[in-house]
């Protein structure tokens, strides 16, 4: 597979490398009582902001698999134009010796640069998960599977336009939903 340049994780990392080029969203808490084994596993992208890195990729998936050290393997996968990329990286917990955990990462596809992964919202059953940068300008909404009922999809976008997030802008990749 070629290498995903631009996949949404990856954006994460971008957002550090310029600091105060948009709105922050260090007035949005991270999620609490956040249990990562919870959170491993494989999610779609439901809607993301737009960037270069993602254009035109659709089929978008996030698989995460925890280490024995307690990093985080991460690959990100998705298909443009017929053909499928991905990427690996690496996360850690922002703050591994907080108790509770919170839902901040700290992500890398080039090390030695990690950027902010922020889940700023996350279901009970960990089946919807909203993420962010350090800024305004990354946004995913991912789920489990690859759609999101429309009432649940509405009152996302509802809390996160009251969030300032520019919900207007919002691209939806499209994923394959099995006996559609």
């Not at 700290?106 to 279901?123: A, H, K, M, N, T």
């Not at 909203?130 to 300008?137: E, F, N, P």
């Not at 995913?140 to 009152?155: C, F, G, N, S």
């Amino acid at each position: 597979m070629k290498n995903l340049m631009c996949c949404g994780i990856f954006a994460a990392a971008l957002a550090t490398l310029c600091p105060g080029c948009a709105p922050s969203t260090a007035d949005l808490r991270a999620v609490g009582d956040f249990v990562p084994e919870r959170y491993m596993g494989t999610w779609y992208e439901i809607a993301r902001l737009p960037h270069r890195f993602e254009r035109g990729l659709d089929e978008v998936r996030a698989e995460y698999t925890l280490n024995p050290d307690g990093s985080i393997k991460v690959v990100n996968s998705g298909v443009r134009d017929g053909e499928a990329r991905s990427i690996v990286g690496r996360a850690r917990l922002k703050e591994p010796n907080m108790i509770p955990l919170t839902g901040e990462l700290e992500v890398s596809f080039f090390r030695p640069f990690y950027g902010d992964y922020r889940i700023i919202e996350l279901d009970p059953e960990y089946s919807v998960a909203v993420v962010t940068g350090s800024t305004r300008d990354y946004l995913w909404i991912l789920a489990r599977k690859p759609e999101l009922d429309k009432t649940q999809l509405d009152a996302l976008l509802k809390r996160l336009a009251g969030w300032n997030f520019a919900v207007d802008k919002l691209e939806f990749p499209h994923q394959t939903v099995p006996g559609k």
